[in-house]
């Protein structure tokens, strides 16, 4: 059989390529952060480019997300991230709310894929420039999200006003995170206002939502481990009795607090959980030539809030 020159090189230079690839990313915690982030927008786009052709006979439908959210999970679970969300039961009512949660990273979006067939239906509110990013806008759209310009509060106030209504009418749940923008801080960031505007004109309870920290993402230090995130789902909070818009800031302001109450016994809870599972390595005891006790630590990982990453 007659073979085309060159060819043996070229599938060797493969190999060994692919073989380096891999040596940097189970070496490099700086390469490895790169590629999975590359993977999880690669992967969001094109799940986002799957589910157009099936969503684009019922434009704007909330539905529409249920074709995409089998392999949305799937990409959760390749990049090492596990959730854990207690109190599901308060989503599963087939009510209209407004939902609110913390923002901390572009992986929240896996939050709301975790909850979704929970919630069945609801729809998103996001910044306008998300919508001209191709192929991702376009299947927000399409599965109805609500698209506001963030240097506008009052046009978008309005816009979220009108389709308010007609979530109201069909039952379906508003997300919104108040904070605006992603926040690391040891705090949650003040709320904006807009989401308790809505609440309040038309009566919804708020729901909210709070993830814990990434403990095992580090974006100064370029490190993107394994691990689990935390979410608690609090009780609703009743809005029939208060006032428009005189109760707007005081709602604002106490569902703040509960929510960073929650943020802080979570990431309390995350980082004892973390130095406990780090525990038996650090007390881990070996005997030198000399005879004497030494301790020995796990050399291969890179230790971040008291967890050994590889």
Sequence with gaps: M?????????WISAVIGVL??????????KFRYNVKFAIYIF???SVAAFMIPFSIFRPKDVRNIH????????????????????????????FPCVVISNH???LDAMAIVELWPTMYKCACIAK???????????????????????????????KMSTSAEQIIANKT????????????????????????????????????????????????????????????????????????PDDVSNLAERCHELMNLEFQRLKEEMQTLASSKALP???????????????MGDDNGIAFDGKSIS
Excluded at 73 to 89: M, N, T, V
């Design 173 to 244: 749940k508003i997300w919104i995170f108040p904070e605006g923008t992603r926040s690391k801080q040891e705090n949650l960031k003040p709320f904006k206002k807009g989401a308790f505007h809505i609440a309040l004109m038309h009566k919804l309870p708020i729901v909210p939502i709070v993830i814990s920290p990434y403990q095992f993402i580090d974006d100064e230090k370029k490190i993107f481990g394994t691990g689990t995130v935390k979410a608690k789902i609090l009780d609703p909070i009743d809005t029939s009795n208060l006032v428009y």
């Design 104 to 106: 901390q990273s572009m």
């Design 281 to 295: 390595a650090l007390n881990t005891r070996s005997k030198g030539a000399n005879g004497h006790t030494n301790s």
């Design 20 to 29: 380096l690839l891999g040596i940097f990313y189970y070496k490099s915690p």
């Design 128 to 158: 306008k420039e998300i919508l001209y990013v191709f192929p991702f806008g376009l299947m927000c759209w399409l599965c109805g999200t609500i698209f506001i310009d963030r240097k506008n509060p009052g046009q978008s106030q309005m």
């Design 43 to 45: 992967q969001m786009s």
């Design 67 to 94: 074709f995409g959210i089998p392999l949305m999970k799937l990409l959760g679970r390749f990049l090492g991230i596990r959730w854990e969300i207690s109190g599901k039961e308060i989503l599963k009512k087939d």
């Design 2 to 10: 007659l073979s085309l020159p060159g060819s043996e090189s070229v």
